[in-house]
């Protein structure tokens, strides 16, 4: 059973960049083993219970497959690395894309969402303690 579906290439393709979509990153690339598949296997060796994790984990199980899976593609995307346009009163620049970097905060991301999984933080709150009663005279 894979984690990753086609439900999730949009995610993939916002993840690496917003302007994406399915005709610069085709569908059939993401679908490729050397992609999705081993981005489930990313996955997988870090956590081998990934495919029955349910409710919450099963979220933060799915988010890391997609960060995974975009860290793969990232060198592989043909981007601009930089855009400057200037016309009368306008200037605009975009920033460079450096796919290794990007990569790597992918990458951390996922192993961030599995370790959530694995060794959950303890995000409960515990109540004050309350005296029960107290002692004086009230009124008198």
Not at 3 to 30: G, Q
Not at 63 to 85: D, E, K, M, Q
Not at 117 to 137: C, I, N, Q, W
Request: charged share 30%.
């Amino acid at each position: 059973m894979a984690i990753l579906s086609s439900d999730e290439y949009p995610a993939i393709r916002a993840v690496l960049d917003t302007d994406l979509n399915d005709k610069n990153l085709y569908d059939s690339t993401i679908a490729l083993d050397i992609y999705q598949g081993a981005a489930d296997q990313d996955v997988l060796d870090l956590d081998p219970d990934a495919e029955s994790r349910t409710g919450t984990d099963a979220e933060r199980i799915l988010r890391a497959a997609i960060y995974f899976c975009a860290a793969r593609l990232a060198p592989a995307v043909v981007r601009i690395t930089s855009l400057s346009i200037q016309a009368r009163d306008l200037s605009y620049s975009k920033p460079v894309f450096d796919p290794e970097k990007r990569a790597a905060e992918l990458r951390s991301m996922a192993e961030e969402e599995i370790n959530e999984v694995l060794h959950p933080t303890d995000t409960s709150y515990s109540m004050p303690t309350m005296f029960a009663r107290a002692e004086g005279k009230r009124g008198w």
